[in-house]
């Protein structure tokens, strides 16, 4: 596959309204597949919608539930990228990506940083995964990160040094933090990581964040498709329900790493060392703790 | 208070500060199921602004403004209440509250203005309330951001609404985006007045300007600065401690009343239960 055709879709999800929400899912799929997309991404808990609080369980899935199944039934060949509370055997709960296709939950992603500050109050609700791992799909290893995920750097990295050649961030970004010149702090924070994660770790990424709102909350929206070099390809309107298809040239990403060869100079082993050392070795001195040797 | 401190600019983008409030306002009366939206509108810059942004979000046709005078108002508020209502095409009902308030305390002693204006905001609220149920209108509200932090309202009163849309701008971004929205200049430069009884100003009862409470509380509160880094900024302690008390003491009106535990799942303590559920 020399191009892949991914439709974004950045809905407004009904709250803790499932039976709605996969109705909705459903239709954006028939639309897709006429489009004859390749991927359809939708944005974090889209099943659900974002403020679940104490409802958790009441919306939670198992991967094999058969509102997955069914909308992957729907799906056929085509990759659908959703966002869904996912119920573990253990009993804990994720805020979880499912890739779902040809009439099977094929991989899910759990969200790794959950934000529990400010506004946000994930960890609450939710537990957090402990694996990042990219999945193979016909387009390539295809790495997700849920919404806060992609503000850490250190998860574009595992996504590139694990073989991902596409990065889909979904997202529940609240709009706040306007400035006088137009800035929003919420919208310069994801463009400013998904740019970086483009141009560094040369990959196409998919961002796709939703609308609508919750209490006092309104989602931005702003979906963006960026290329390797950083470019966008496509851009959703900000604050409106919308869906849109936009052609990635899978092509680029060679081109892109030939020139700046980050991913053959990632130095995990290096990453892996430092990390062990800090975590595991000898207590640094806190500089300006005092308690250094003068 | 040291008048050379350096000033924040407290100025929104006005298109996306706009915007952003008009499609929360749209949305969450789509989600309720509501089309019209009621508000009391006093002349004053605040209301004034609440209404814009509902004629814009909702259409005028959709907007019912309440002008609430008591015995007491200044006639010109009413004047400038019409003055905007005809500015941004949407209907100013005439309900005076006067009559309520005088029955209210028809024979009771010591009543002191304070307790005649916690009375006038109440009746509003009863009218508001009133016209809501009547006609399937949500009440909007138009307590600004540095009212809320302030504790500067009637709990129940002008503090009561469905929605409030300028609850997270402070006073001067309230006036800034009155000038954006082409509120009368009348309205926004006029000193703010609760206009609960003659001569109120709001500044004067509180002791100190919103162009200066506004700088402090971003500081202290949007930014998190400590005390002695507002003490460095160049505001005074009294200041500071002033707005402090004010901000802990009224931390009451901002929230639901307490309820003691004795269940496993209590009302306002840990039954999380978000109020757009379903929607």
């Not at chain 2, 095409?89 to 309520?100: D, Q, S």
Request: glycine share 10%; proline share 5%.
């Amino acid at each position: 596959m020399k191009r892949l055709r991914v439709a974004i879709d950045q809905l407004a999800p009904r709250l803790g309204d499932v039976e709605t929400n996969t109705a909705t899912h459903r239709a954006s799929i028939l639309w897709a597949r006429k489009q004859k997309a390749d991927l359809l991404v939708f944005p974090e808990l889209s099943l659900t919608g974002y403020l679940i609080m104490g409802m958790v369980a009441r919306t939670a899935l198992s991967p094999t539930d058969p509102v997955l199944v069914g909308l992957a039934t729907e799906a056929g060949p085509l990759g659908v990228i959703l966002g869904f509370v996912e119920k573990a055997s253990d009993g804990r709960f994720y805020n979880s990506a499912a890739f779902i296709k040809d009439g099977a939950v094929r991989a899910v992603q759990r969200k790794m940083f959950l934000p529990n500050y400010g506004m946000f109050d994930e960890k609450r609700f939710f537990a957090e995964g402990d694996r990042l791992e990219p999945f193979g799909t016909p387009w390539g290893r295809t790495g997700i990160l849920i919404c806060y995920d992609a503000l850490h750097p250190a998860a574009a990295y595992l996504h590139e040094q694990a073989g991902a050649q596409l990065i889909v961030t979904i997202a529940a970004s609240p709009a706040r933090g306007i400035g006088p010149d137009g800035s929003m702090s919420g919208r310069e924070i994801f463009r400013t990581a998904h740019v970086a994660h483009s141009r560094l770790l040369g990959l196409p990424t998919v961002f796709v964040n939703r609308v609508g709102t919750e209490e006092g909350l309104t989602f931005w929206g702003g979906s963006q498709v960026i290329d390797p070099q950083g470019e966008s390809l496509c851009e959703l309107p900000e604050y409106e329900s919308r869906r849109e298809i936009c052609e990635i040239d899978l092509e680029a990403t060679a081109r892109a790493r030939t020139r700046f060869p980050h991913l053959k100079e990632g130095r995990p082993d290096f990453v892996l060392q430092e990390l062990w050392r800090l975590r595991m070795g000898p207590r640094l001195p806190v500089v300006g703790s005092g308690n250094q040797p003068s | 208070m040291n008048s050379s401190r350096e000033r924040i600019d407290l100025t929104l983008d006005p298109f996306v500060a706009v915007g952003l409030i008009i499609d929360f306002l749209a949305g969450h009366f789509e989600k309720k199921g509501f089309s019209d939206a009621v508000l009391g509108v006093s002349g004053g810059v605040d209301s004034a602004v609440g209404a814009v942004l509902a004629v814009e979000a909702l259409g005028g046709s959709h907007v019912k403004g309440l002008a609430m005078p008591a015995g007491s108002s200044d006639p010109a508020s009413l004047t400038d209440a019409e003055a905007v209502a005809s500015a941004f095409g949407f209907e100013l009902l005439l309900r005076p509250i006067g009559p309520v308030v005088d029955a209210f305390f028809d024979g009771s002693a010591n009543v002191d203005r304070m307790r005649i204006g916690n009375a006038a905001a109440r009746a509003r609220m009863m009218r508001l309330f009133d016209y809501s149920y009547e006609h399937h209108a949500l009440v909007i509200g138009t307590s600004n951001k540095t009212e809320l932090l302030l504790g500067y309202g009637t709990w129940y009163g002008d503090l009561a609404c469905s929605i409030n849309p300028i609850g997270d701008l402070y006073k001067t971004q309230i006036r800034q985006l009155a000038d954006f929205l082409g509120v009368p200049a009348g309205v926004i430069q006029k000193a703010p007045s609760a206009d609960l009884w003659p001569g109120q100003t709001d500044e004067g009862e509180l002791g100190f300007a919103y162009e200066d409470v506004d700088q402090l509380l971003y500081l202290m509160i949007d930014c998190e600065y400590s005390f002695e880094a507002l003490v460095d900024h160049g505001f005074s302690a009294e200041f500071i401690r002033k707005v402090v008390n004010r901000i802990t003491s009224s931390q009451f009106k901002r929230s639901l009343p307490t309820i003691a535990k004795v269940s496993a799942k209590t009302v306002g303590i840990d039954f999380h239960l978000s109020r757009d559920w379903g929607t």
